[in-house]
């Protein structure tokens, strides 16, 4: 694991029920996490059946961006921002 | 600054093939074993981050009164039990001829991850906000998205669809949103929104032949609920008059045009669904695009002229623009420079389309409206 590359516990809960489709991660200690930082949960794929919500305790490997990632991505993610319309601009192949 | 994790729209939603298939590769039909087998929708998440100490600056004092009558209509909670199938519900998925129903399917996989985004984007500003008036109403935009995406998951399963939620394993970035393009984006995505599902409810109403489908019974209660959450979203700029003032009328001149535009060229994608239903997409849009127009004068001090021509006009270049892009993908080295010159072109078309003359609007004295269309 390179310098900028830790390892941290978190919490993963994912929902499939009627009420609620969601999946959500949380860092142990609320983890500051800047633009450009990456975030990977060990282990495999949650996948709750239909009717299901499944909350799991995880390992997350969190790698910090470096100082041009993270100027980059503050610059340009806006742009990203168009992607919260109901509707995609295009559809990738 | 904290996390805020969401989704991405349909761009990385994997649907397998044979079967149904956001890409734009020719489409072939299905036969009848594959009608019948699983299919499985992977859902790729997108994870964002934005400035909460900004959001938690956003004051509401000057709409309180305003704002307390609407958060107390979403307490009320209305649409509660209106999003479960009851006798109305008749459907066999087999009825459908294979282009339609690869196109519908495409529509509701694209309604949820929208549906299913603003739901875990709500509940991470919630989370993380320490705004008590946003976190309240974070919390019940919330639960009305979580609602919607698990009704349409509901309607997936009779095509035999499941949604793979497996995503979380997979490393991700995270980018940036400035607070306030949240802000304009969502909100016109909210009303936009409305102005779809009314204006599909109200024909298919006077046209219940071509009611292909029964989801669209529910559309009236369902785009009430997309109104509410852009009245909040409206509230809370007319509240900070500096979102709507300055250099930020030149943004909110971009995103109207960008929703608008998107809209177009999105729903020309889908010519088998529109002609089920009786609709004209161009009509369609524009009829939207009024609504939607006829909305924001609740809050935006500039309106994109939607009845001019030459708007249509570029919409449409725009349209054949992308067409042409589409066509020249798998063109090779050759296909790539002509992409790249099609690419430029567009820019130069949305261009045009930002410099159109605009109509500038005295905003009311009270921001709220009825969903009256």
Redesign the interface.
Known sequence: MSGRSFEVGCT?R?S??????????E?DG?L?????????????????P?GAVCVERRRA?V?R?TWFERTW??LT??L?????????????? | ???L?SY?????FELPTPGPS????PRKAPNETTLKAQQTTT?S?????TNFDELDKLSIEPVRAEWDAMIAEFAADKNLGHFKRNAEWSFDPNTLPPALRQEFLDFLV???T?E??G???Y??AKKRGLNRDLCTLFKYMARDE??H???I??CL?DFKV?????????????????PK??L???Y??EK??YA?YITIFRHLEANPDKRFHPIFKWFKEWCNDEFRHGEALALMMRANPTLLTGLNRLWIRFFQV??FA??F???H?RPEMHHAMGLDPEQYGLKVFGITSEICKQVFPVLVDVESPRFLELLRELLQL?RGIEAA?TGGVWGRVKTLALQARTVLVMGQLLLLPTRSNDLPQTTRMSPAW
Do not use: W
């Open positions: 993963v994912v499939h029920t009627f009420d609620d489709l969601s999946a959500h991660v860092l609320d500051p996490i800047h633009p450009g930082d990456q975030v990977r949960v060990h282990g495999q794929a949650i996948n709750p239909y490997t790698t961006a991505t503050r993610g806006d990203d921002c168009l992607t919260l319309f109901d509707f995609g601009f295009t559809e990738e192949p | 600054m904290t996390e994790p991405e729209n349909d761009r990385d956001l890409g734009k590769a859902l998440p997108r994870f964002y981050t694209s309604s949820l929208a299913f985004s739901c875990v984007l509940a991470e979580a609602r995406a698990g009704f998951n509901d399963q499941d949604v793979d939620l497996g995503f979380l394993v997979k490393a991700k970035k995270y980018t940036f949103f400035s393009f949240i304009y984006a969502t016109l995505s936009i929104g779809r960008a929703v998107t809209m060229v999105r729903d994608s992308s993908r």
